[in-house]
């Protein structure tokens, strides 16, 4: 069997060729279709299966239990409904102000350029966020400044989605460009979990836009357990920091996943190797299908108790969660509900 050589083909053809079927995901992990129990397929028709080839070449052959697997594989258990997991827990729809603008907080909004990822997590906040209404069109650019003018508060655009890596460099610069021509913007962050899953995507063009542009960039990656950084992942990652860009780490706490403090230890020196700054351990947002990724608070205060005792406090996440109407991260830790 020959391994797959993802680290010669270029981003765009990678993401271009997505697993979005089930049943060879399974193949390719030499698993048995079995694992699919009656329902995962309903599941995977609700939000779509789709993985990049080199983010299935980091899970272990022959694993059901590959943690890298369990955050992308659908899952029946999707299809129960608990009370208090709803489609928009985060009450984003409220908050969107206009095509692609998203403010809740201060100094800073999202702007969101595309509804697509190149892998969908399962437990996703955004699984039911009708992403394609709400995208910004090249006429909408004059709106997005005046809305920006009318709020000096504003100094940071933080490009979201969907995630924004997955747009061509061309359409990024353009957009970049736009935001670098207002004098109050002085920061830009792009949140995105492309570089995880297709590590290529860190290419001379997209380093090369980034370095030049007269905003400080902050890079925020997104992932969840060191086995996703394997060392080319870590190497593609460390060329970012070589320039001068700011990259941090956000993560989520997931059960069967990463809830283990020794995981999240081994996760925080992982990215350090990078250069790479863990910034948020995030909770679990109570959307609609992510159920069977929830802990009980009391798991929650351990194992970030361990963290706190094991980590120097640079490599500690903040845990926080996303509270709706709420105008920061609401840090947590010894909280009686979470
Ligand atoms: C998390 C988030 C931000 C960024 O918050 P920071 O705490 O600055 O990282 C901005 N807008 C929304 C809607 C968010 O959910
Ligand atoms: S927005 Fe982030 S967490 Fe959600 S599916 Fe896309 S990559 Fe995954």
């Known amino acids: 069997m020959i391994n797959y050589l993802y680290q010669e083909q270029n981003w765009q053809s990678q993401l271009s060729d997505l697993i979005t079927d089930p049943r060879e995901l399974l193949n390719i992990l030499e698993l048995s279709e079995q694992q699919l129990l009656s329902g995962a397929l309903l599941a995977s028709n609700q939000f779509k299966l789709r993985i990049p080839r ?30 208090g997991f709803v489609t928009d827990p985060l009450g984003e729809e409220q908050a969107n102000q206009q095509p692609g603008v998203l403010h809740k907080y201060k100094s800073r909004f999202l702007l969101t350029l595309t509804g697509a990822c190149a892998v969908h997590c399962r ?59 207002i004098p109050q913007i002085k920061f830009l962050r792009i949140h995105s979990r492309v570089p995880i899953v297709i590590p290529n995507r860190v290419d001379e063009s997209l380093i090369s836009l980034l370095k030049n542009s007269r905003l400080r960039i902050i890079l ?16 593609q990652l460390a060329k970012l920091v070589e320039q001068n860009i700011t990259v941090l780490n956000q993560a989520v706490l997931l059960n069967g996943v990463n809830n283990s403090a020794q995981v999240l230890v081994d996760l925080s020196y992982r990215l350090f190797d990078a250069g790479v700054m863990p910034y948020y351990l995030h909770v679990l947002d109570k959307v609609k299908g992510a159920h069977h990724f929830d802990l009980m608070p009391q798991d929650i205060d351990h194992i970030y108790k361990e963290l706190l005792a094991n980590l120097p406090g640079y490599l500690v996440p903040k845990l926080v969660r996303e509270i709706a109407g709420e105008k920061n991260k609401t840090p947590l830790f010894g909280v009686s509900t979470y």
């Open 123 to 181: 437990y996703c906040f955004r699984r039911h966020f009708p992403y394609q209404e709400n995208l910004p069109k090249t006429e909408d650019w004059d709106n997005i400044r005046n809305y920006i003018e009318s709020q000096p508060d504003i100094n940071e655009v933080i490009l979201s989605g969907g995630d924004p890596l997955t747009l061509s460099n061309r359409k990024l610069n353009i957009w970049i460009e736009r935001l670098a021509s």
């Open 220 to 235: 925020v990656v997104h992932s969840n357990h060191a086995s996703e950084l394997d060392d080319f992942t870590c190497s």
């Open 54 to 83: 080199a983010f299935v070449a980091k899970m272990q052959k022959g694993n059901p239990l590959d943690p890298l697997l369990l955050q992308v594989l659908p899952h029946h258990l999707e299809l129960e409904d608990h009370p």
